[in-house]
């Protein structure tokens, strides 16, 4: 989809504050109400806009805790790699799961209260899917950047 200027300004404002009223995007962006939204339905419609969400505190929620996992399989085949998948998309405790180039063959990214409830998610899930042939964790001490919109 080609995007023009007031779709890249809308898509700006919206990354940045996402509850914003319809009628108050247009006047920012210098549009009519109804010429906004049938920009905003179109960018929509056309997958631009992926979906809306609050974004919560990781710390306010009991998870404090941020955890990235390497994933190498024991095969490459694609049957591993649909079962590995399936088995991701069912544990709720997966917040990202990419499919990665180099030395594993997927990244994990996951949310915890502490070290304990990191080893029930290990025992639970992580051990258990299928195809697994090595996990490797790390904790992150603090996040120093979180950028949650692109640059556009």
Known sequence: MELDRT?????????????IT?????ERVHLSASGCLRRLQRLESGGVIDGYGAVLSASAIGKPTTVFIEITLNSQRDAA?????RAVQACPDILECHLMSGTADYLLRVAVA???DYE???RKHLAAFPHVARIRSM???RSVLKRRGYEL
């Open 120 to 122: 029930r998610i290990h």
């Open 7 to 19: 779709d890249r300004q809308i898509l700006s404002i919206l990354q940045a504050e996402g509850r």
């Open 22 to 26: 319809n009628a108050e995007l247009a």
């Open 139 to 141: 904790f992150a001490l």
């Open 81 to 85: 790699l649909d079962a590995f998948e």
């Open 114 to 116: 502490n070290t304990e």
